[in-house]
Protein backbone atom coordinates (compact mmCIF):
# COMPACT_ATOMS: atom_id res chain seq x y z
CA UNK A 1 0.00 0.00 0.00
CA UNK A 2 1.59 3.10 -0.85
CA UNK A 3 2.42 5.81 1.97
CA UNK A 4 0.22 9.03 1.91
CA UNK A 5 2.04 12.28 1.65
CA UNK A 6 2.49 14.73 4.15
CA UNK A 7 0.53 17.54 3.41
CA UNK A 8 0.23 20.51 5.50
CA UNK A 9 -2.49 19.42 6.98
CA UNK A 10 -1.14 17.05 8.82
CA UNK A 11 1.55 19.27 9.99
CA UNK A 12 -1.05 21.57 11.21
CA UNK A 13 -3.23 18.69 13.21
CA UNK A 14 -0.77 16.21 14.17
CA UNK A 15 2.61 18.69 15.28
CA UNK A 16 1.11 22.42 15.52
CA UNK A 17 -1.75 22.20 17.08
CA UNK A 18 -0.98 19.28 19.48
CA UNK A 19 2.08 21.16 20.68
CA UNK A 20 -0.01 24.76 21.39
CA UNK A 21 -2.86 22.63 22.78
CA UNK A 22 -0.43 21.14 25.87
CA UNK A 23 1.09 24.86 26.25
CA UNK A 24 -2.62 26.47 26.84
CA UNK A 25 -2.90 24.07 29.31
CA UNK A 26 0.44 24.28 31.06
CA UNK A 27 -0.48 28.03 30.99
CA UNK A 28 -3.67 27.31 32.65
CA UNK A 29 -2.32 25.43 35.35
CA UNK A 30 0.54 27.67 35.97
CA UNK A 31 0.49 31.04 35.13
CA UNK A 32 -3.08 31.90 34.01
CA UNK A 33 -4.18 30.47 37.22
CA UNK A 34 -1.83 32.00 39.45
CA UNK A 35 -2.97 35.68 37.94
CA UNK A 36 -6.77 35.04 38.34
CA UNK A 37 -6.45 33.71 41.87
CA UNK A 38 -4.32 36.78 42.79
CA UNK A 39 -6.98 39.10 40.71
CA UNK A 40 -10.38 37.59 41.86
CA UNK A 41 -12.51 37.36 44.80
CA UNK A 42 -11.75 34.31 46.46
CA UNK A 43 -14.81 33.05 46.17
CA UNK A 44 -14.92 33.33 42.04
CA UNK A 45 -15.18 30.34 39.82
CA UNK A 46 -13.40 31.24 37.17
CA UNK A 47 -10.35 30.00 38.43
CA UNK A 48 -11.22 26.52 39.31
CA UNK A 49 -13.14 26.37 36.03
CA UNK A 50 -9.99 27.48 33.42
CA UNK A 51 -7.80 24.90 35.81
CA UNK A 52 -9.29 21.92 37.16
CA UNK A 53 -12.85 22.30 34.84
CA UNK A 54 -10.45 22.72 31.43
CA UNK A 55 -8.10 19.88 32.84
CA UNK A 56 -12.14 18.04 33.20
CA UNK A 57 -12.67 18.99 29.60
CA UNK A 58 -9.42 17.55 28.28
CA UNK A 59 -9.97 13.88 30.00
CA UNK A 60 -13.42 13.52 28.77
CA UNK A 61 -13.10 15.29 25.38
CA UNK A 62 -10.85 12.65 24.25
CA UNK A 63 -13.09 9.47 24.77
CA UNK A 64 -16.30 11.54 23.63
CA UNK A 65 -14.13 13.05 20.40
CA UNK A 66 -13.91 8.78 19.78
CA UNK A 67 -17.11 7.42 20.75
CA UNK A 68 -18.66 10.11 18.48
CA UNK A 69 -16.47 9.31 15.34
CA UNK A 70 -15.66 5.63 15.78
CA UNK A 71 -17.86 3.85 18.20
CA UNK A 72 -18.62 3.07 21.92
CA UNK A 73 -15.94 0.52 22.18
CA UNK A 74 -13.48 3.06 21.74
CA UNK A 75 -14.72 6.09 23.21
CA UNK A 76 -15.17 3.45 26.37
CA UNK A 77 -11.55 1.98 26.41
CA UNK A 78 -10.35 6.04 25.36
CA UNK A 79 -12.33 6.84 28.93
CA UNK A 80 -11.04 4.44 31.12
CA UNK A 81 -7.00 4.87 30.29
CA UNK A 82 -7.90 8.79 30.71
CA UNK A 83 -9.69 9.11 33.19
CA UNK A 84 -7.60 6.41 35.23
CA UNK A 85 -4.25 8.77 34.57
CA UNK A 86 -6.29 11.38 35.49
CA UNK A 87 -7.46 9.62 38.90
CA UNK A 88 -4.05 8.76 40.21
CA UNK A 89 -2.80 12.64 39.11
CA UNK A 90 -5.56 14.36 41.21
CA UNK A 91 -5.36 11.55 43.93
CA UNK A 92 -1.57 12.34 44.68
CA UNK A 93 -1.95 16.06 44.00
CA UNK A 94 -4.55 16.01 46.86
CA UNK A 95 -2.75 14.38 48.95
CA UNK A 96 0.56 15.79 49.12
CA UNK A 97 -1.54 19.38 49.21
CA UNK A 98 -3.18 18.06 52.59
CA UNK A 99 0.55 17.15 54.23
CA UNK A 100 1.66 20.00 53.65
CA UNK A 101 -1.07 21.53 56.39
CA UNK A 102 -0.10 18.32 58.53
CA UNK A 103 -2.81 16.44 57.67
CA UNK A 104 -2.51 12.87 56.29
CA UNK A 105 -5.72 11.90 54.12
CA UNK A 106 -5.75 8.79 51.40
CA UNK A 107 -7.42 10.72 48.66
CA UNK A 108 -6.84 7.36 46.70
CA UNK A 109 -9.42 6.14 48.70
CA UNK A 110 -12.22 9.11 47.23
CA UNK A 111 -15.07 7.97 45.51
CA UNK A 112 -15.09 11.59 44.14
CA UNK A 113 -11.81 11.06 42.57
CA UNK A 114 -12.17 6.96 41.74
CA UNK A 115 -15.31 8.20 39.91
CA UNK A 116 -13.35 9.50 37.22
CA UNK A 117 -12.44 6.33 35.50
CA UNK A 118 -16.36 5.24 35.80
CA UNK A 119 -17.52 8.61 34.62
CA UNK A 120 -14.33 8.84 31.69
CA UNK A 121 -15.54 5.48 30.67
CA UNK A 122 -19.43 6.29 30.47
CA UNK A 123 -18.37 9.49 28.70
CA UNK A 124 -17.01 7.82 25.78
CA UNK A 125 -19.54 4.94 25.44
CA UNK A 126 -22.56 6.71 25.70
CA UNK A 127 -21.63 9.40 23.47
CA UNK A 128 -20.62 6.29 20.60
CA UNK A 129 -23.67 4.03 21.58
CA UNK A 130 -26.23 7.33 21.13
CA UNK A 131 -24.56 8.50 17.98
CA UNK A 132 -23.89 5.63 16.31
CA UNK A 133 -21.34 6.72 13.77
CA UNK A 134 -23.62 9.64 12.49
CA UNK A 135 -21.98 12.63 10.77
CA UNK A 136 -25.66 14.77 11.84
CA UNK A 137 -24.40 17.61 13.71
CA UNK A 138 -27.89 17.25 15.79
CA UNK A 139 -27.68 13.64 16.47
CA UNK A 140 -23.75 14.41 17.61
CA UNK A 141 -24.84 17.52 19.88
CA UNK A 142 -27.70 15.02 21.76
CA UNK A 143 -25.41 12.20 21.98
CA UNK A 144 -22.65 14.77 23.34
CA UNK A 145 -24.77 16.69 26.14
CA UNK A 146 -26.89 12.93 27.18
CA UNK A 147 -23.15 12.24 27.63
CA UNK A 148 -21.82 14.86 29.37
CA UNK A 149 -24.93 15.61 31.46
CA UNK A 150 -25.68 12.33 32.81
CA UNK A 151 -21.86 11.90 34.07
CA UNK A 152 -21.61 14.87 35.60
CA UNK A 153 -24.94 14.24 37.59
CA UNK A 154 -23.23 11.06 38.45
CA UNK A 155 -20.14 13.14 39.67
CA UNK A 156 -22.01 15.36 41.93
CA UNK A 157 -24.25 12.51 43.39
CA UNK A 158 -20.81 10.63 44.03
CA UNK A 159 -19.10 13.87 45.70
CA UNK A 160 -22.26 14.91 48.35
CA UNK A 161 -22.69 11.43 49.00
CA UNK A 162 -20.42 9.09 48.64
CA UNK A 163 -16.89 10.77 48.84
CA UNK A 164 -14.58 10.94 51.91
CA UNK A 165 -15.10 13.44 54.85
CA UNK A 166 -12.98 16.46 53.50
CA UNK A 167 -14.44 16.07 49.75
CA UNK A 168 -17.94 15.75 50.87
CA UNK A 169 -18.12 18.31 53.51
CA UNK A 170 -16.37 21.26 50.54
CA UNK A 171 -19.23 20.12 48.08
CA UNK A 172 -21.97 19.94 50.73
CA UNK A 173 -20.74 23.61 51.97
CA UNK A 174 -22.75 25.37 49.23
CA UNK A 175 -24.61 22.52 47.36
CA UNK A 176 -26.07 24.71 44.37
CA UNK A 177 -22.34 26.32 44.11
CA UNK A 178 -21.01 22.93 43.79
CA UNK A 179 -23.36 21.46 41.36
CA UNK A 180 -22.32 24.55 39.16
CA UNK A 181 -18.65 23.36 38.98
CA UNK A 182 -19.42 20.33 38.20
CA UNK A 183 -21.78 20.61 35.32
CA UNK A 184 -21.05 24.14 33.38
CA UNK A 185 -17.41 22.27 32.09
CA UNK A 186 -19.57 19.13 31.10
CA UNK A 187 -22.22 20.98 29.19
CA UNK A 188 -19.86 23.34 27.91
CA UNK A 189 -17.64 20.06 26.88
CA UNK A 190 -21.08 18.38 25.38
CA UNK A 191 -21.15 21.19 22.95
CA UNK A 192 -17.77 21.88 21.78
CA UNK A 193 -16.65 18.08 21.09
CA UNK A 194 -19.82 17.26 19.02
CA UNK A 195 -19.43 20.41 16.53
CA UNK A 196 -15.56 19.18 16.26
CA UNK A 197 -16.17 15.94 15.40
CA UNK A 198 -18.84 17.19 12.90
CA UNK A 199 -16.13 19.48 11.29
CA UNK A 200 -13.71 16.83 11.02
CA UNK A 201 -16.05 14.19 9.59
CA UNK A 202 -15.05 13.92 5.46
CA UNK A 203 -11.55 15.88 6.03
CA UNK A 204 -8.35 14.51 5.95
CA UNK A 205 -8.08 14.90 9.95
CA UNK A 206 -10.21 11.50 10.09
CA UNK A 207 -10.73 8.46 8.04
CA UNK A 208 -12.95 5.75 10.12
Known amino acids: METQKLTLNNILWGLIIPVIVGLIIIAFATVIRTFLVSSLPGDSPIPH????????????????????????WAGGAAGFIMGTFYYIAMAGYSTVTYLQYQMTVNFYADASLFVYIITGILMGYIGGALNNKSSS??????????????????????????????????????PLYSFFLTLFPQVILGILVPIIARISVGSELWHP
Do not use: C, H
Not at 58 to 67: A, D, H, R, S
Not at 145 to 160: F, H
Open 137 to 174: LKRMLGAGLTASITTGLIMYLVNTQLAIEQSRSMALAD
Open 49 to 72: ILTFGFAQMILFGVPLMLGLLWNK
